[in-house]
């Protein structure tokens, strides 16, 4: 098990230029979430996947942001026409279904941050 | 929107227990009671989770009243390495998004 892998863990771009954000989930949890967190604030919800399916997508996901989940393995993440706001640390997560009656964990990954110069 | 109340920041020393408390004023039937670790630059790693009386694992204990109205996280013997920020959460059962209020940031003094 070697965790939630995010790539890059850095980037800086010019504003108005693309970027592409990956998640490794681990391997057998079918579920998949991103998060985007500012300085001194806790992380918000962004979108969540199960196996390839998009299933819920917040309303801070505005068409310049697309995500995506091909084979139910790998994410990605991609801002079109990054602004300033954009900057901040994007977080992904993964967890296995419930079982029982509890709740699984959801593992984090260290995030990629993102300037916008 | 975060549903949890908690305070913003908690001072400790070395060796203490800590006790950090949650407000769940609207908590619902099929919602657990999660808790959160952060530290800078890292993502949140789970500590806990719990519905009703008391957790405990290696880690922690998590003490919850009959009424679900809040929850405490119990830190025994502090230690620096567990300044960090700390977050309760509200998190259905089966349900796929969970929200993260500001959290609690605890500083561990020597």
């Known amino acids: 098990d070697t965790g939630v892998s995010q790539d890059p863990r850095h980037k800086i771009t010019k504003r108005g230029q693309n970027v592409t954000f990956r998640c490794d989930p681990i391997?057998?949890?079918?579920?998949l979430y991103w998060y985007r967190q500012t300085l001194g604030q806790g992380p918000e919800f962004l979108t969540y996947?199960?196996?390839?399916?998009?299933?819920?997508k917040s309303r801070l996901l505005s068409d310049r942001f697309s995500a995506e989940r091909p084979k139910g393995s790998f994410s990605t993440l991609e801002i079109q026409h990054t602004e300033q706001g954009d900057s901040a640390m994007y977080l992904c997560?993964?967890?296995?279904?419930?079982?029982?009656?509890?709740?699984?964990?959801?593992?984090f990954g260290q995030g990629t941050r993102l300037t916008v110069v | 929107l975060a549903k949890t109340t908690q305070p913003i920041s908690m001072d400790s020393y070395e060796g203490q227990e800590v006790n950090i408390t949650c407000s769940h004023n609207?908590?619902?039937?099929?919602?657990?009671i999660t808790w959160y670790q952060q530290f800078p630059s890292q993502g949140p790693r789970f500590i806990i989770q719990?519905?009703?009386t008391k957790v405990t694992n290696e880690v922690a204990s998590l003490f919850i009243p009959a009424d679900r109205k809040s929850s405490t996280l119990s830190l025994p013997r502090v230690s620096l390495s567990d300044t960090a920020v700390y977050y309760c959460?509200?998190?259905?059962?089966?349900?796929?998004?969970?929200?993260f209020g500001s959290g609690t940031k605890l500083n561990v003094k020597p």
């Open positions: 996947f199960q196996n390839e399916a998009q299933l819920e």
């Open positions: 997560a993964s967890s296995s279904p419930p079982t029982g009656t509890e709740n699984t964990e959801a593992f």
């Open positions: 959460l509200e998190r259905r059962y089966n349900f796929n998004k969970f929200y």
């Open positions: 391997s057998e949890h079918n579920r």
């Open positions: 609207n908590i619902a039937t099929n919602d657990y």
């Open positions: 719990g519905y009703k």
